[in-house]
């Protein structure tokens, strides 16, 4: 009950995004990123294409000049963690809203319990409120959290 009232009071905060580049080389030419401050700290939240069509989604926490860690929340407490996630919504939406992709995937390490049980939360909130259908798998040492549009759903 407590998880599910921070999750209403966060998600519906409003966090101020800015444009960002993600301080990573991704191969592709089919980018956006942008920035957020949560928890009184920087995040970067990027989208690349990784193969035809298939957009990878990845977030981090700036740790020290430019450097970025995809340890992005263990230290924090809930109503942090959930201050970060509503970055994460936010820049999400902009990105579907930008590109419009037909499949998009975030990944947690199986060995993650606590992040991949937040990010299964999310994965399912962003399927109930939108066009797309997740579909949850595991590949080598990740939970993939895939995102595909239906056929004939534009």
């Known amino acids: 009950m407590r998880l599910r009232r921070y999750l209403k009071e966060i998600f519906g905060k409003d966090i101020k995004i800015l444009p960002g580049k993600m301080p990573m080389k991704t191969g592709s030419d089919e980018y956006f990123s942008t920035a957020?401050?949560?928890?009184?700290?920087?995040?970067?939240?990027?989208?690349?294409?990784?193969?035809?069509?298939?957009?990878?989604?990845?977030?981090?926490?700036?740790?020290?000049?430019?450097?970025?860690?995809?340890?992005?929340?263990?230290?924090?407490d809930i109503k942090q963690v959930l201050e970060v996630?509503?970055?994460?919504?936010?820049?999400?939406?902009?990105?579907?809203?930008?590109?419009?992709?037909?499949?998009?995937?975030?990944?947690s390490g199986k060995d993650e319990r606590s992040r991949t049980r937040l990010y299964r939360k999310m994965a399912k909130e962003i399927e109930r409120k939108s066009k797309y259908k997740m579909i949850e798998d595991e590949y080598k040492d990740d939970v993939v959290f895939a995102f595909q549009k239906p056929p004939g759903v534009e």
């Open 85 to 107: 996630f509503s970055g994460v919504k936010k820049s999400l939406e902009m990105f579907i809203k930008k590109y419009n992709p037909k499949t998009f995937y975030f990944t």
């Open 36 to 76: 957020f401050k949560a928890g009184g700290e920087t995040f970067r939240f990027a989208a690349y294409v990784v193969s035809s069509g298939m957009w990878e989604v990845v977030f981090t926490r700036d740790i020290d000049k430019g450097k970025a860690s995809l340890e992005a929340i263990g230290d924090f």
